[in-house]
């Protein structure tokens, strides 16, 4: 019989065996992908146990039924906990104290849940939003000619923050034509139209998407391996974006208005005082504790000269919330105080504050931090005794400008982490788990890749990735059935609003991207969904109206077309409206308006190969520019030519590519093709079946088996589908599928 022994973390990081009923059952479910619903990411178990209130445990979870003590164990915090199966380490995760059961007003027992990490991963993020991972607002930047400029070509923070050539609200066009072009989006590069070509407030920022993965395991302290997440040049991942594009058309909303500066102030350094208070970058961070503190920050704002008629508002915004704790409105003055009670409570309390200055004219100031401790009596609440400290600019009170200002948490689009990263999952296939095997190099971080990659990882495994159980199994009891109830799969972005892909959709009768699996000869039935968060967005790659030169594509274009001569620019458009006609370069005639997406995810190709003369013109530094380098926006990783298929896209079908305009047909790298087809191909095999069987596994077996093994019964291979054991009885119960045209040689 195995012997299941319980562990619970206590504050000192000592684990503390916890007593269980001799007669408890336990049981425990485990699996990576369930055939049945591939979609569900983040899967691990969980699991409620009984325990008898007995002296021991009343000591670890200190006597909670009784709501008199303080300073007692706190139910609401999951605790670190330990599984062992005959003193074998066999599960780590999280214990969380749910409820006491009484008889005759006296504890008989408790009920606690062991959570498997990997799902605590969903509870640890919660419903926060990207907009709180202050890590991102390192890559805050003036949102300046300069920096959009150096952004568009070679990207800002070492490539972390580009800004690709995504309009945001004006439509472009190519006219090579040296008569005055009759719409400001013309892109072609024409010395004599110092107004007509693209300025820096025409584009928005986009962030890396592996910056974001690092910035939300920076916050909630996880590591994932770089399995799949990582930098390599080339693979699935490395230059994915994100669209910072909170609100629809031009940074800050509307493009009607007056546009607001803002400045966050940041390099503090201290000035004079000492109340122990963390002062890092851009934030101040002070944690309450108890209830015997009080504390207040005040903001003084000293401007000089013409600065002092300026009027602006001042916010103070918690990033453990991203709530906004205060905001003032100040009028004219050369010295304006902004202050911010903070109140301690009886829970312990972060604040960690980033202090916002906008206008909506240039604003030189002098900000000063002014920091006041408040002793309180416990009994009374009444301040017994006060400490101050005081911090300004790096230290030497330096003045500072409000400027337009991109402020990456106040522009990231509006999405949970968890469905950011669940959106990720989805798009590549992705399986995660957590790593409790101490000798493993990764141990204690989660584990990201592909399914495929996954399995394909066995081999690595103690059992090299074969277990065979076949004197294990009660022959007995063996059920066969399908592997899966649906006749198709669907796999899909969000609906299209964006110009093109709206387009693509009516003209097709098909959403521009997604993709739809179904079984060949077979009456369709049941179709299960794999739903994104994310939006896809269809690009184009500008022709030149003038038609000039001629053009490598020329023999792709329809009929419908005089063969333009295709440019080196592609581009993307958030807005919607109507085409007047195929021909309808010039959107004048276009009802055209900007629209919100949601969240956008796009590979970043630099694309280097535009000819001097005829390249982008950049009107925002007084003297037109031609540029002949930017970042394209792309479903493709790849600048590749038209007779070789990209390595990777994010088009779960085929698609033909905007790049180049070749369909690559059954050859297309596509999502589905790269990352679902084994796995779904293998479920609509006919002769893929799910057997369940029951297996009285040993404990070596047990305790050393992945969910990538292979099972081997009389000769045969299956790969693990799910697996419950009790724990008590050594009884499992295990879904197989069978390893199709495979059978081992005996």
């Known amino acids: 019989m195995k012997q299941p022994i319980l562990y619970i973390k206590d504050s000192d990081g000592n684990y503390q065996q916890i007593e269980m009923f001799s007669d408890e059952t336990i049981t425990i479910t485990s699996k990576i992908q369930d055939a049945r619903d591939i979609s569900k990411v983040f899967t691990d178990f969980t ?18 039924y009784n709501y008199n003590i303080d300073n007692g164990f706190d139910n609401r915090i999951k605790k670190d906990a330990l599984l062992e199966i005959n003193y074998s380490p066999y599960k780590k995760g999280k214990i969380q104290l749910d409820s006491v059961n009484l008889k005759s007003n006296k504890p008989y027992s408790y009920s606690v849940v062991f959570y498997g990490n990997t799902v605590n991963l969903k509870d640890l993020l919660g419903d926060d939003e990207l907009s709180l991972l202050e890590d991102l607002d390192d890559y805050t930047h003036d949102y300046t000619s300069t920096n959009v400029k150096t952004g568009l070509q070679s990207g800002l923070s070492s ?13 472009f066009y190519y006219d090579s034509a040296q008569s005055t072009p009759n719409y400001d989006g013309n892109l072609y590069y024409n010395t004599t139209q110092n107004n007509i070509g693209l300025n820096f407030d025409d584009l928005k920022p986009a962030i890396k998407c592996m910056t974001i993965v690092e910035a939300i395991e920076a916050k909630y302290g996880i590591s994932f391996t770089r399995d799949f997440f990582n930098e390599t040049s080339g693979s699935a991942f490395s230059n994915l974006f994100l669209w910072l594009s909170r609100n629809k058309g031009p940074v800050g909303g509307d493009e009607n208005q007056e546009e607001e500066l803002s400045r966050i102030c940041g390099a503090w350094g201290f000035s004079s005082g000492d109340l122990g208070f963390n002062i890092s970058g851009d934030t101040w961070t002070v944690s309450t504790s108890g209830h015997t503190r009080r504390y207040d920050a005040q903001l003084t704002i000293t401007t000089a000269g013409a600065n002092q008629s300026i009027p602006y508002t001042v916010k103070a915004v918690d990033y453990v919330t991203g709530n906004t704790l205060a905001q003032l409105a100040l009028g004219s003055g050369a010295s304006r105080d902004f202050t911010v009670q903070l109140i301690s409570t009886f829970d312990l309390v972060n604040y960690k504050i980033k202090w916002i200055v906008e206008s909506n004219t240039s604003l030189s100031f002098t900000p000063t931090l002014n920091m006041t401790e408040y002793i309180l009596d416990p009994s009374t609440q009444i301040p017994t ?11 030497t009170g330096a003045s500072i400008a409000t400027t337009g200002e991109i402020i990456i948490t106040d522009n990231v689009p509006k999405i949970k982490n968890i469905d950011f990263l669940t959106g990720l999952f989805k798009m590549f296939n992705l399986t995660a788990y957590y790593i409790d095997d101490a000798s493993d190099a990764d141990f204690g971080k989660i584990y990201v890749d592909t399914l495929d990659n996954f399995y394909a990882d066995a081999i690595n495994n103690p059992s090299s990735g074969n277990y065979d159980i076949s004197s294990m199994i009660d022959v007995g009891n063996t059920n066969v059935d399908a592997p899966i109830n649906y006749t198709g799969i669907d796999f899909n972005y969000e609906e299209p609003s964006t110009l093109l892909a709206i387009n693509h959709k009516e003209q097709f009768n098909d959403i521009f991207g997604d993709e739809r699996a179904r079984i060949s000869g077979i009456d369709e039935g049941e179709i299960y969904s794999v739903d994104t968060p994310f939006e896809h967005m269809k690009f184009e790659r500008l022709i030149d109206k003038n038609q000039t030169g001629t053009s490598p594509y020329s023999d792709t274009i329809t009929d419908d077309y005089p063969a333009p001569y295709i440019t080196d620019i592609l581009w ?21 308006s900007p629209v ?3 969240p956008l995810v796009f590979y970043a190709v630099q694309e280097i190969g535009l000819s001097s003369g005829t390249g982008i ?52 790298n596509s999502l589905f093709k790269k990352f679902y087809a084994n796995y779904v191909d293998s479920l609509f095999d006919p002769k893929k079946r799910m057997y369940k069987v029951k297996a009285y596994l040993t404990t070596e077996v047990f305790i050393n088996m992945r969910l990538n093994d292979r099972l081997i019964i009389n000769n045969r291979a299956f790969t693990i589908n799910s697996i419950k054991t009790n724990l008590k009885n050594e009884l499992s119960e295990i879904e197989l599928l069978n390893v199709v045209d495979n059978e081992l040689p005996s």
């Open 617 to 668: 013109k950049w009107i925002s530094d007084g003297t037109p520019v031609d540029i002949t380098q930017y970042y394209r926006p792309s479903n493709t990783n790849e600048d590749e030519d038209a007779s070789t298929a990209p390595a990777f896209t994010i088009n779960f079908d085929n698609e033909t590519d905007e790049w180049n305009l070749t369909d690559y047909n059954i050859n297309t």
């Open 596 to 598: 919100l997406t949601k």
């Open 385 to 395: 005794g006060t400490n101050t400290a005081v911090f300004n600019i790096g230290g």
């Open 47 to 64: 699991k409620t146990f009984t325990i008898p209130a007995s002296k021991e445990n009343n000591k670890v979870f200190q006597h909670w």
């Open 159 to 171: 490539g972390k923050i580009i800004y690709p050539l995504i309009a945001h609200t004006k439509r």
């Open 572 to 592: 993307g458009y958030s807005a919607d409206g109507d085409f007047e006609s195929k021909t309808d370069v010039t959107p004048a005639t276009g009802n055209y």
